[in-house]
């Protein structure tokens, strides 16, 4: 991973470079924000900027033999500790008991979304999280002299999962780090990492992308043209999102038709349609089932915005707006929010391998009650 394999973000990664250049690198530095925007991806690119043997331009040269090492994730220094589950035959549970599926997760997953981690562990409903033993490894290897590089790395994956026994060894080894051992923290959601730990990191904030960068990316990945508009609306700011969308063409029209589909059999409290529905989508897959939701809670947001009655504030495609004319008054401050928590639910039931034909089924019949809640009167 490179620089200039990142897409946005030239203030941090100038910020970095001037570290790695001046070899003023803070013990222990937290870059935190968006899910899905880049931050594992910059976080290696400092790595590999850092360990080159031969950097050229402000970048790794990616060719040399850190550089590949780093690359295949085969570098002795660098260590990815992450939340994990607990395998039946492991009394110290540690990150490197998953290190193939960490490896096959940074190949095919680099904007690190958790839910791609949760199916590669093969979670259910378990959630991973990380082990006192974790702890004990990293004061363990942090003791030792680096291998090749001039320092050991330690790259944590959401922090924000460590509990109090846990985030307090790290804490102390973080206080009193050995001087060629760096610490990144890569964070989904900082507010919730233990307060004494956020307070001894350098932090790096990273914020959702500007419109012009997603587009440019598109463009640059060769999208067509009539697409990108539509696809950096949805993105919201985020790379990965954008090309998820631009590798499901086609998915938007198809939920749009479901949308409304659902949302007329919702007002018109045909049950017998929302259960013909259901059964349906059942069918569509967990994933796609939670694009889909992920969609209903887009345009239920956008429907809600449109009743303000101003137009740079709203994001909808012709067909979206058409609908939306006479729709939007459905979704108002007495509604939205319930409305909002129960795709929320559905989505989080869904991707535990919930029975979808139940959840799909349910949310429609929640969703004919609170389509009906009339405007509160002021």
Request: hydrophobic share 40%; aromatic share 10%; glycine share 4%.
């Amino acid at each position: 991973m490179q620089f200039k394999d990142i897409i946005g973000h030239s203030s941090q990664i100038a910020l970095l470079r001037r570290m790695a250049d001046s070899q003023a690198i803070p013990h222990a530095l937290l870059l935190h924000g968006p899910s899905g925007i880049g931050k594992m991806q910059t976080a290696r690119a400092f790595i590999n900027y850092i360990c080159c043997e031969n950097p050229t331009d402000g970048d790794s040269c990616g060719v040399c033999p850190s550089c590949r090492q780093l690359n295949s994730l085969n570098l002795p220094d660098v260590h990815y500790i992450f939340p994990i589950l607990k395998k039946n035959s492991t009394k110290t549970p540690l990150s490197s008991d998953y290190l193939e599926e960490w490896k096959e997760f940074l190949a095919n997953f680099s904007y690190m979304q958790p839910e791609k981690w949760l199916e590669l562990l093969n979670a259910g409903n378990s959630q991973p999280t990380f082990y006192v033993s974790e702890a004990d490894e990293i004061s363990r290897v942090a003791s030792l002299s680096s291998y090749s590089s001039p320092f050991k790395f330690f790259i944590i994956w959401l922090p924000e999962k460590m509990d109090g026994p846990v985030a307090n060894k790290l804490l102390k080894i973080i206080e009193e780090p050995f001087s060629d051992t760096l610490f990144i923290l890569v964070s989904n959601n900082a507010s919730m990492i233990l307060p004494t730990i956020f307070s001894r990191c350098q932090r790096l904030e990273f914020n959702r992308l500007s419109d012009t960068e997603i587009a440019n990316a598109l463009i640059a990945s060769g999208a067509a043209p009539e697409k990108i508009n539509e696809i950096t609306r949805l993105a919201e700011g985020r790379p990965v999102k954008a090309f998820e969308l631009l590798s499901q063409e086609g998915e938007a029209e198809e939920f749009g038709e479901l949308f409304r589909n659902i949302m007329r059999n919702a007002y018109s409290r045909n049950v017998s349609g929302l259960k013909s529905l259901s059964d349906r989508l059942s069918q569509s897959g967990r994933e796609k089932s939670m694009r889909l939701l992920d969609y209903f809670a887009s345009q239920v947001r956008e429907n809600f915005i449109y009743n303000l009655h101003t137009p740079s504030l709203n994001m909808l495609s012709p067909s979206e707006e058409t609908f939306s004319k006479k729709f939007a008054p459905f979704i108002h401050i007495g509604n939205v929010e319930k409305i909002d928590e129960e795709i929320s639910k559905a989505r989080t039931d869904i991707s535990r391998n919930a029975n979808a034909k139940l959840v799909w089924f349910d949310f429609f019949l929640k969703l004919l009650i609170l389509i009906r809640i009339p405007i509160p009167q002021s």
